[in-house]
């Protein structure tokens, strides 16, 4: 089972499908009869896949986001910063492990189709 109490800095060490799973966890709850880690990772990465076009407006439209990406290249510190921004919207997952599975996977390349249109 993926761990209960996730902190950026743990999970920046995590492979992409166990914070996936995270994700999958938070949205199905507990559950009497608990999902394999497979399944919960198959709908963290469900949810992410068609909550891309929602997230990638939220983040990549946010300019204090796309100032502080582009004066450091730490994954971790933009996670954090991204984490700040998730808590304030009402999302069915904890805004932790999403923000490092963004960071962590490039938030220039996530945002690559939105900041190149405002250059």
Same mark, same amino acid.
């Given at each position: 089972?993926?761990?209960?109490?996730?902190?950026?800095?743990?999970?920046?060490?995590?492979? +992409?499908?166990?914070?996936? &799973?995270?994700?999958? @966890?938070? %949205?199905?709850?507990?559950?009497? =009869? /608990?999902?394999?880690?497979?399944?919960?990772?198959?709908?963290?990465?469900?949810?992410?896949?068609?909550?891309?076009?929602?997230?990638?407006?939220?983040?990549?439209?946010?300019?204090?986001?796309?100032?502080?990406?582009?004066?450091?290249? +730490?994954?971790?510190?933009? &996670?954090?910063?991204? @984490?700040? %921004?998730?808590?304030?919207?009402? =999302? /069915?997952?904890?805004?932790?492990?999403?923000?490092?599975?963004?960071?962590?996977?490039?938030?220039?390349?996530?945002?690559?189709?939105?900041?190149?249109?405002?250059?």
């Amino acid at each position: 089972m993926p761990p209960t109490d996730p902190n950026s800095q743990a999970l920046m060490n995590l492979p +992409d499908d166990e914070i996936l &799973a995270l994700l999958g @966890a938070d %949205l199905v709850g507990p559950q009497a =009869l /608990p999902l394999r880690t497979a399944e919960l990772t198959e709908r963290g990465r469900r949810w992410f896949a068609a909550q891309r076009d929602y997230l990638e407006g939220e983040i990549c439209s946010n300019e204090a986001i796309k100032r502080f990406v582009s004066e450091t290249t +730490d994954n971790s510190a933009i &996670a954090e910063e991204l @984490a700040k %921004l998730l808590f304030d919207l009402v =999302l /069915p997952v904890n805004p932790v492990p999403l923000a490092v599975l963004v960071a962590r996977r490039g938030i220039k390349t996530f945002c690559s189709t939105r900041w190149s249109q405002n250059v």
